[in-house]
């Protein structure tokens, strides 16, 4: 449990409250090189919170629709000044005078006035953007922090924790230019005491899995969430890989750190043939193949975690893994499956699909639907693992939502680029906060 537990300090009259007074918006760069959005929240008494939204590269069919301009002559058509003036003007419309102590209100507010299922018409990166930057501007008029204003709005601070990272080591797939098809290979710190000890460990492995793979003659670079990138011939070597790193770094698998993987299945499953084709291993498989090479990854490493093992729309393996794997010490997380979509999420309840979930709010586009979903996976068991996006910003907004939230994991990337590092310095501060 999370303790000290913060308290506002500030008592503010209903006739007091701040209200929102203007949004301003900028289109601003992510990781990649690809315009976002940046929001900005003013209020009456002068407080001013912003929030920039990332954007995913491995994306699901079901996620919310990222709104682009379409203009070939800016940015190959992925501007966002459209989402901008749909901040500045529909939505500050709907917002102005409102006060910020109410983040469902606000959202739903928002909805409203979208009136799509997908937010297509305004923007999912123009809805969330307001979103989170109206929670920093609430939690900062409450004085908490914004874990806390997050926990208190949405009655979750029983389930407050810090997150285990999992920590992309090895960047493969989408996330990569070259390399393996397989798309995140991670190290798992579930076996060091605290968020600290679990940071140091990944950094130290970091370092050591570069070392080594280098050693063994390969060209090194890093992909979309700082990860490394290297011509590998499978993954039977990436995971060999990093179990001499995590011995290299000074801890033991097994029993320290453990392992994990976004299979990213979605990126090359083929429906015409209900195969999965491994394009630059020039590898086809059918569900019965891969599921027992997880079978055997599973016995011959410490593997707990599997991200996406199937398609998005493969419920039936969805389904034989999830059964398979009660029996074993492993956690099959939806990603591409769920899209921190309620009814998705539904869906894959019923069918008894997977036992954790992948949580990013732009997948859904609003702070309270993010918090929603999350709590109708935490009422039916499931595994909760927030998440950042190939795309990032330097805004850390998930760390705080995975801390509210009571998240097993989080996904931040490697330590090894500002915005991946940004979230792990966050959570640390908050581990400062109530510790020290």
């Known amino acids: 449990p999370l ?15 701040p209200r929102i007074q203007s949004l301003k918006a900028q289109e601003v760069l992510d990781s990649r090189g690809t315009p976002t ?37 800016r940015f190959s058509g992925k501007g966002v000044l459209q989402a901008i003036r749909n901040i500045e003007t529909e939505i500050l419309f709907a917002l102005k005078g409102l006060s910020v102590d109410d983040q469902i209100l606000l959202d739903e507010k928002m909805l409203t006035l979208d009136g799509t299922t997908d937010k297509s018409r305004l923007g999912a990166n123009a809805i969330l953007a307001v979103s989170q930057a109206v929670a920093r501007a609430g939690a900062q008029v409450a004085d908490l922090p914004l874990y806390a204003y997050l926990a208190q709005q949405f009655g979750t601070e029983n389930d407050c924790r810090l997150p285990t990272p999992l920590a992309n080591m090895i960047n493969g797939g989408q996330h ?7 798309q995140e290979f991670w190290v798992i710190p579930k076996g060091v005491e605290d968020f600290p000890s679990q940071y140091e460990a990944v950094k130290k492995i970091y ?19 700082a990860g490394y990138v290297a011509e590998l011939p499978n993954a039977e070597i990436a995971w060999e890989i990093l179990l001499a ?4 770094a000074g801890y033991q698998p097994a029993r320290d750190i453990f392992l994990g993987m976004d299979v990213g299945a979605s ?21 019965r193949q891969l599921l027992e090479i997880y079978r055997q990854w599973w016995m011959n490493y410490p593997l707990v975690v599997l991200e996406d093992p199937f398609g998005e729309n493969d419920w039936e393996n969805w389904q034989i893994i999830s059964t398979m794997t009660q029996t074993m010490d492993m956690k099959i997380i939806g990603d591409d499956l769920f899209t921190t979509n309620p009814r998705r999420l539904e869906m894959g309840i019923s069918k008894k699909a997977g036992n954790g979930i992948i949580i990013k709010p732009n997948q859904i586009g609003t702070v309270t639907e993010t918090m929603r ?15 950042h996006r190939s795309g990032e910003t330097g805004d850390t907004f998930i760390a705080d939502l995975a801390v509210s939230i009571g998240a097993e994991f989080i996904k ?25």
């Open 3 to 17: 303790g000290p537990w913060p308290t506002t300090t500030t008592k503010i009259s209903i006739m007091s409250k």
């Open 37 to 73: 959005v940046l929001a900005r929240v003013i209020l009456d008494n002068g407080v001013m919170t912003e929030a920039a939204v990332p954007s995913g590269a491995s994306t699901g069919q079901n996620e919310a629709h990222e709104l682009r301009d379409g203009d070939k002559a």
């Open 176 to 182: 990569a230019s070259r390399g393996l098809d397989w």
């Open 207 to 225: 370092l050591a899995t570069e070392s080594i793979i280098r050693a063994k003659g390969y060209e090194v670079s890093t992909g979309d969430e």
């Open 245 to 248: 790193a995590i011995t290299a």
């Open 267 to 287: 990126t090359f499953f083929n429906p015409e043939d209900d195969s999965y084709t491994l394009p630059r291993a020039g590898k086809k498989f059918k569900a």
């Open 373 to 387: 979903t999350a709590a109708l996976a935490r009422e039916n068991g499931y595994i909760l693992v927030a998440s």
């Open 412 to 436: 931040a990337g490697a330590p090894g680029r500002s915005e991946r590092t940004a979230k792990y310095d966050r959570l640390l501060d908050i581990y400062h906060q109530l510790y020290e």
